[in-house]
T-cell receptor, first 111, second 113 residues
Framework: DAKTTQPTSMDCAEGRAANLPCNHSTISGNEYVYWYRQIHSQGPQYIIHGLKNNETNEMASLIITEDRKSSTLILPHATLRDTAVYYC????????????FGKGTRLSVIA | EADIYQTPRYLVIGTGKKITLECSQTMGHDKMYWYQQDPGMELHLIHYSYGVNSTEKGDLSSESTVSRIRTEHFPLTLESARPSHTSQYLCASHHLAGEDEQFFGPGTRLTVL
C-alpha cells in the first residue's frame, strides 16, 4: 500500500472547521483513502473513506484532489470531543487487506 | 456502537506468567486483527485471521500467538510475559465481503512487572 504523510500536530479553535491534510503522492488507481481517529488510546474509530469523489457523512467531509495525490479531512464545526489522533490510510481492496496505521495528526481543539 | 469486546481491560502481572487476552465479536465478522500500541505511538499489526483455522503474522514481530477456533473468538496468548510486552493490545474485526469499516474493541492495557 502507498504511504501517507500527515502533519504531526494541529490546533483548531472550538466551533471552527478543522482541515486535516494528507499527502499520498504514490497512490495507485485502485487504492482508497480512509480516515480513522483515535481518542485518548481508545480503539480507533472509522470516519470516512473515498476513492476519487468527494465524500460527506454526518461526521466529516473528505476532499480528494483531482490527481488523487492528496486529500483533506474536514470537521465542519470542531468540538472539544474531536480532540484525537487522526489517521489517513490508503488501502487496496477494502475487504482483503488489514489497515496499516502511520503516526497520524494529533488534533487539539481549543476552547 | 461496535459489538466487539476485550477482556480484561487492564492487567498487571509478573514476569514469566502465561496470559491470554480475550477478544470476541457478535457481528459474524470473518476477519479479525490484533494490534499493539505503546503509549503515544502508532498501532502495529501483530496478528490477523481471515476465518476459522486461519491465522497470519502481521507487520510487527511478536512473541504472542493466536488461535481462531470459532468465528466470534480470537484470543491472543503470551506463554511467558516479559516487561517488554507492556503495551496496549487492540482487537478489531470486519466482514470478509469488503465492508468498509473496521471495528475496534476498547483495548487491553497490559503491564508486566
Amino acid at each position: 500500500d502507498a504511504k501517507t504523510t500527515q502533519p504531526t500536530s494541529m490546533d483548531c479553535a472550538e466551533g471552527r472547521a478543522a482541515n486535516l491534510p494528507c499527502n499520498h503522492s504514490t497512490i495507485s488507481g485502485n487504492e482508497y483513502v480512509y480516515w480513522y481517529r483515535q481518542i485518548h488510546s481508545q480503539g480507533p474509530q472509522y470516519i470516512i473513506h473515498g476513492l476519487k469523489n468527494n465524500e460527506t457523512n454526518e461526521m466529516a467531509s473528505l476532499i480528494i484532489t483531482e490527481d488523487r495525490k492528496s486529500s483533506t479531512l474536514i470537521l465542519p464545526h470542531a468540538t472539544l470531543r474531536d480532540t484525537a489522533v487522526y489517521y489517513c490510510i490508503v488501502r487496496v481492496d477494502p475487504g482483503n487487506t488489514p489497515l496499516v496505521f502511520g503516526k497520524g495528526t494529533r488534533l487539539s481543539v481549543i476552547a | 456502537e461496535a459489538d466487539i469486546y476485550q477482556t480484561p481491560r487492564y492487567l498487571v502481572i509478573g514476569t514469566g506468567k502465561k496470559i491470554t487476552l480475550e477478544c470476541s465479536q457478535t457481528m459474524g465478522h470473518d476477519k479479525m486483527y490484533w494490534y499493539q500500541q505503546d503509549p503515544g505511538m502508532e498501532l502495529h499489526l501483530i496478528h490477523y485471521s481471515y476465518g476459522v483455522n486461519s491465522t497470519e503474522k502481521g507487520d510487527l514481530s511478536s512473541e504472542s500467538t493466536v488461535s481462531r477456533i470459532r468465528t466470534e473468538h480470537f484470543p491472543l496468548t503470551l506463554e511467558s510475559a516479559r516487561p517488554s510486552h507492556t503495551s496496549q493490545y487492540l482487537c478489531a474485526s470486519h466482514h470478509l465481503a469488503g465492508e468498509d469499516e473496521q471495528f475496534f474493541g476498547p483495548g487491553t492495557r497490559l503491564t508486566v512487572l
